[in-house]
């Protein structure tokens, strides 16, 4: 890999842009130091680093951190032409470095098993990657022991790396395909109490839930179906007339 053209980790680069080329290469783009330094601090294969002649040959202190910890794992770092950067960053300015990082595709057994006995954050639906992101930040925070995200958008989509800010690289995920209702099953079955974020029949979210939680945030247009076997329906009170 060290050996390639700046052209083609480019033009690869590009292809991961769109999810058919996520899906056809199993891989995704981290962008900026930053979070190229959390994919390394988590042990996050890389496969290759672009950057710009700029970082190359004048890096800022922090890319220059970054790249001496590249070279002292092994990945290839290559630079490209200014412009090139500008134009795969689309001129977003978090460092001018872009790593190619495998997608570890992970089994929904497998991650409920490593989360078992500990609350877990479901995603349903969830559409906006810069949403995932945040989602993912924020259940990193409050302690899940994994994310599960049923249908809408994946979760190496570039933007949602980018919004988890390095989370994603912490909390065990998982991307299903699944009916709503098998998850709940499967879930309940496994010891998870389904607890669902809706604004209907639902009670003001208790000070404390207790016992291994599943989590639901619907998507942001539709939410969660009504109709699922919840243990638990919760809102957070807020003003009225807001969506």
């Given amino acids: ?140 925070a409050l302690g899940a022991a994994a994310v599960i995200w049923v249908r809408g958008t994946h979760p190496m989509h570039p933007k949602a790396l980018r919004s988890s800010m390095g989370s994603c690289f912490r909390v065990p995920w998982v991307h299903v395909s699944l009916p709503c209702d098998e998850v709940v099953g499967l879930l309940g079955a496994g010891g998870w109490r389904n607890v669902a974020t809706l604004t209907k029949r639902s009670q003001p979210l208790p000070d404390r839930i207790t016992g291994p939680c599943a989590v639901w945030m619907g998507s942001e247009a539709h939410g969660l179906p009504e109709d699922a076997a919840w243990d638990l329906r919760v809102r957070i009170p807020m003003a009225p007339d807001i969506d």
């Fill in 1 to 140: 890999m060290a050996a390639m053209k700046w052209q083609d980790c480019a033009g690869l680069l590009r292809q991961l842009r769109k999810a058919g080329g996520r899906r056809a290469h199993g891989a995704t783009v981290a962008e900026g130091w930053r979070l190229i330094e959390r994919a390394l601090a988590a042990g996050q294969p890389i496969t290759f680093v672009l950057m710009s002649e700029r970082a190359m040959s004048k890096p800022t202190t922090d890319e220059a951190r970054v790249v001496q910890r590249l070279a002292k794992t092994g990945v290839p770092t290559i630079a490209a032409p200014d412009a090139t950067i500008r134009e795969l960053t689309g001129g977003r300015s978090f460092g001018d470095l872009l790593a190619l990082l495998p997608i570890d595709a992970r089994g929904l057994e497998s991650v409920l098993r490593q989360a078992s006995g500990r609350s877990v954050l479901v995603g349903y639906d969830v559409l906006d990657p810069g949403n995932l992101g945040a989602l993912t930040r924020t259940a990193h």
